[in-house]
């Protein structure tokens, strides 16, 4: 059977994740430091897995409703309007999904016809130009630039607007590059979308992860873009709980109820389990969370001092859990950097074109991990880097001769 004929051409056509891709060459190595899956290092805390182990207790174990339990629905709610200052009603405006990764693919698939045009940031997290492309639409990138700290530059945004454009998804702050948007740049986005009607999908995952001491905004709390915005948000990264995979939109009732729809067919609703530790996570969950956030910015403020003192190029990131340093200067492509660098020095670290052309000259580590284990991973990069200066330097006076014997060129 030729399967090639087979599946549908518009998967075929999809890449694999270049995460996943890249560290199937880690898998079955004891001696590889990973600084690339974006996933905490901590446990989830002992309150929320306790919740979690009661709920089974108590043989809580049916479906929920399609939308989600209710007392969980009333959590987030008070949560939105807490933390995001965004008021949405529990019963009609708040969707609980397996994950921000179904809701985003519920909402795109709830708004978008054959040919409709999404905006969205590059470098970005893997799934978003895949994940319109298998909605029927068409992905259009807006590089973002090292210059601007990687946040979205909303003239760059403008000049990318089309009849076509219908969606532009946000994610602040930004898996890979851990850029933020300050709040001057999210209110000239927003008159930008206000202008030319664009529905705005907005993956705040990380949003508790900031370090600059500076409150997060969300797009959604700005005036004029509640109506607008579907909000995006979830408990793996601020309460490191990847494997429990929840998360949630928040939005108007008329596009949560078409998501909804999908969900009930496709999915019917998320783990009860998984709902029942989130009311937990939400209830009494923030010290843990914080704690957790410190260690975070202790991490993130030694590997960016390491980085930059072994000559990559590198940025301190805002927020979430990446840092995004520059391998330009060694000649490499990102993904010959990459591999060489676990190949010869065993640490692992994600090339930047795995999300998107923008990434190239990039690498994006996670700082997620223990700090005995970035301490190592940053000798071993050291080493590694000592030694691409060397061979530059003897590849320049091996060039030399051969220059001069052709007249210099």
Known sequence: ?????????????IPRSGIREFFDLVAGSSDIISLGVGEPDFVTPWNIREAAIYSLERGHTTYTSNYGLESLRRRIAEYADSFFHVSYRPESEIL???????????????????????????????????SVTMARGVARP???????????????LEA??????????????????????????????????????????????????????????SIASLPGMKERTLLLHGFSKAFAMTGF?????????????????????????????????????????TPAMLQMRESYRTRRDYIVRRMNDMGL????????????????????????????????????AVPGTAFGNAGEGFLRCCYATS??????????????????????????????PEREARGGE
């Not at 059977?1 to 056509?13: P, R």
């Open 160 to 217: 990318a607007v089309t009849p076509r454009t219908k969606v532009l998804m946000l994610n602040f702050p930004t898996n890979p590059t851990g850029a933020v948007a300050p709040v001057e740049t999210l209110e000239r986005i927003a008159r930008i979308c206000i202008k030319h009607n664009l529905i705005v999908l907005t993956d705040e995952i990380y949003s508790e992860l900031r370090y600059d001491g500076i409150p997060h905004t």
């Open 1 to 13: 059977m030729n399967w090639d004929k087979i599946i549908s051409s518009q998967v075929a056509g």
């Open 371 to 400: 700090f005995e284990l970035i301490r190592e991973a940053c000798d071993r990069m050291a080493a590694f880097t000592e030694k691409l200066a060397r061979e530059n330097i003897s590849s320049r006076h091996n060039e030399s």
């Open 142 to 156: 807006v590089v973002t630039t090292k210059e601007d700290l990687f946040a979205l530059n909303p003239a760059a």
């Open 96 to 130: 609980v999904t397996v994950g921000v990764s179904e809701a985003i693919d519920l909402a795109l698939r709830a708004l978008l016809d054959p040919g409709d045009e999404v905006l969205y940031h590059e470098p970005c997290y893997v799934s978003y130009a895949p």
């Open 245 to 285: 995979r929840l998360g949630y939109a928040c939005g108007s009732e008329p596009l949560i109820a078409a998501m909804m729809k999908i969900h009930q067919y496709g999915i019917l609703c998320a783990s009860v389990t998984s709902q029942e530790a989130a009311v937990e996570a939400l209830a009494n969950g």
């Open 313 to 348: 190029d590198c940025h301190l990131p805002g927020g979430a859990f990446y840092i995004f340093p520059s391998i330009a200067r060694f000649g490499l492509s990102s993904s010959d950097f990459a591999r060489r660098l676990l190949l010869e020095s065993r640490v692992a």
